[in-house]
């Protein structure tokens, strides 16, 4: 697709009324295709379709007409082309075996989740491809990269990337979303994005906690730079490519999330810093911050796999052992020095 051409309009179904599948509904409106939000609350759809806004996670932010509501998960699938499942990670698998029922056989389907199951240690991708039927299960596509949900709704100039293991998939689902405020590149490394995407909000949660103990930009450029160091050394461990990680999913969701003030993982971070209790922040949070569940699940994986992630284990302390930040902080600039960068293995 150039940049005079239109976009072929699509039937698309958004699960998921938080605040990111609320934007991405709007983005795929504004672009043109007809939108089916699935609503889990039927009070919350009806006063979504009478205002025309989501007041629980974006109050004040109109979503364009186009957008459709409905608590009918049967009634949001059925027929579309293109599916976006924007459920927080842990409750994919379920709600998306439910859909499957009624999905056509054809559709895209786009995950806009970023986890790694607790028990399972599974990604989305692996989920889904449980969860799907083997004709779904080959036309997945997982969106990632800076894109707070407000500033999305605000219609601010953002840039994520879509991958997939079909690049016709990823074209599709690159075509639909795109809009003037919105571009889409696409992407073959899923497992890289995956990994980049749900990773980076354990580092957020450490860079909140920096902040919240009165440190500086020193330390939470640190933590931004060794943490990008760490989930490369777990996607690399996962089949991805080093260098996803320097790209929109990686080093650029990376910053967004542990420098924003929107960001709900950086912020249970500055909570914890500032001597509150992980229980006590949770509870007043309206929105799930996927970092808490993913610390615990990339902290074992990390293990399974060999790999060596002290930032996600401090903070796996922090959160779960309730260690003392400080000591935390003191514990990871007192580990044995060693060189920054492993050489490269010598040829021949």
Same mark, same amino acid.
């Given at each position: 697709?150039?940049?005079?051409?239109?976009?072929?309009?699509?039937?698309?179904?958004?699960?998921?009324?938080?605040?990111?599948?609320?934007?991405?509904?709007?983005?795929?409106?504004?672009?043109?295709?007809?939108?089916?939000?699935?609503?889990?609350?039927?009070?919350?759809?009806?006063?979504?379709?009478?205002?025309?806004?989501?007041?629980?996670?974006?109050?004040?932010?109109?979503?364009?007409?186009?957008?459709?509501?409905?608590?009918?998960?049967?009634?949001?699938?059925?027929?579309?082309?293109?599916?976006?499942a924007v459920v927080p990670s842990h409750g994919m698998g379920t709600v998306m075996a439910e859909a499957a029922r009624h999905v056509h056989a054809e559709a895209v389907i786009v995950s806009g989740a970023k986890g790694i199951e607790v028990d399972t240690l599974r990604t989305m991708d692996e989920v889904l491809r449980d969860v799907l039927p083997p004709s779904l299960g080959r036309r997945l596509a997982f969106l990632s990269g800076p894109s707070f949900a407000r500033e999305v709704m605000e219609r601010h100039p953002t840039v994520v990337t879509v991958a997939s293991h079909d690049p016709g998939v990823a074209a599709r689902a690159q075509?639909?979303?795109?809009?003037?405020?919105?571009?889409?590149?696409?992407?073959?490394?899923?497992?890289?994005?995956?990994?980049?995407?749900?990773?980076?909000?354990?580092?957020?949660?450490?860079?909140?906690?920096?902040?919240?103990?009165?440190?500086?930009?020193?330390?939470?450029?640190?933590?931004?730079?060794?943490?990008?160091?760490?989930?490369?050394?777990?996607?690399?461990?996962?089949?991805?490519?080093?260098?996803?990680?320097?790209?929109?999913?990686?080093?650029?969701?990376?910053?967004?999330?542990?420098?924003?003030?929107?960001?709900?993982?950086?912020?249970?971070?500055?909570?914890?810093?500032?001597?509150?209790?992980?229980?006590? #922040?949770?509870?007043?949070?309206?929105?799930?911050? $996927?970092?808490?569940?993913?610390?615990?699940? +990339? %902290? =074992? !994986?990390?293990? &399974?796999?060999?790999?060596?992630?002290?930032? #996600?284990?401090?903070?796996?302390?922090?959160?779960? $052992?309730?260690?003392?930040?400080?000591?935390? +902080? %003191? =514990? !990871?600039?007192? &580990?044995?020095?060693?060189?920054?960068?492993?050489?490269?293995?010598?040829?021949?």
């Amino acid at each position: 697709m150039n940049g005079t051409d239109r976009p072929r309009a699509a039937d698309v179904a958004v699960v998921g009324a938080g605040s990111f599948g609320t934007a991405l509904a709007d983005v795929l409106a504004r672009a043109g295709n007809r939108v089916t939000q699935w609503v889990r609350d039927p009070a919350q759809a009806a006063e979504m379709a009478r205002t025309r806004e989501n007041a629980r996670y974006l109050p004040g932010l109109p979503i364009d007409p186009g957008v459709r509501f409905t608590p009918s998960l049967e009634e949001a699938v059925r027929g579309r082309e293109v599916v976006v499942a924007v459920v927080p990670s842990h409750g994919m698998g379920t709600v998306m075996a439910e859909a499957a029922r009624h999905v056509h056989a054809e559709a895209v389907i786009v995950s806009g989740a970023k986890g790694i199951e607790v028990d399972t240690l599974r990604t989305m991708d692996e989920v889904l491809r449980d969860v799907l039927p083997p004709s779904l299960g080959r036309r997945l596509a997982f969106l990632s990269g800076p894109s707070f949900a407000r500033e999305v709704m605000e219609r601010h100039p953002t840039v994520v990337t879509v991958a997939s293991h079909d690049p016709g998939v990823a074209a599709r689902a690159q075509e639909v979303f795109s809009s003037p405020e919105f571009r889409v590149y696409t992407h073959d490394d899923v497992a890289g994005v995956e990994i980049a995407g749900a990773v980076k909000n354990v580092m957020a949660i450490g860079c909140g906690i920096s902040d919240g103990l009165g440190y500086g930009f020193n330390t939470r450029a640190a933590i931004i730079t060794r943490g990008l160091a760490e989930i490369t050394r777990l996607g690399v461990a996962r089949g991805a490519s080093p260098l996803t990680f320097a790209g929109l999913a990686g080093v650029g969701d990376l910053v967004l999330t542990c420098t924003g003030d929107l960001s709900r993982n950086r912020q249970v971070g500055l909570h914890l810093g500032r001597g509150r209790r992980l229980a006590e #922040v949770l509870g007043e949070m309206r929105q799930v911050a $996927e970092g808490v569940r993913t610390t615990r699940s +990339v %902290r =074992d !994986l990390s293990r &399974r796999l060999g790999v060596d992630m002290p930032i #996600v284990e401090q903070v796996h302390a922090v959160l779960y $052992e309730d260690k003392d930040a400080n000591q935390a +902080v %003191r =514990d !990871l600039m007192a &580990r044995t020095p060693r060189r920054e960068v492993d050489p490269a293995p010598r040829r021949g």
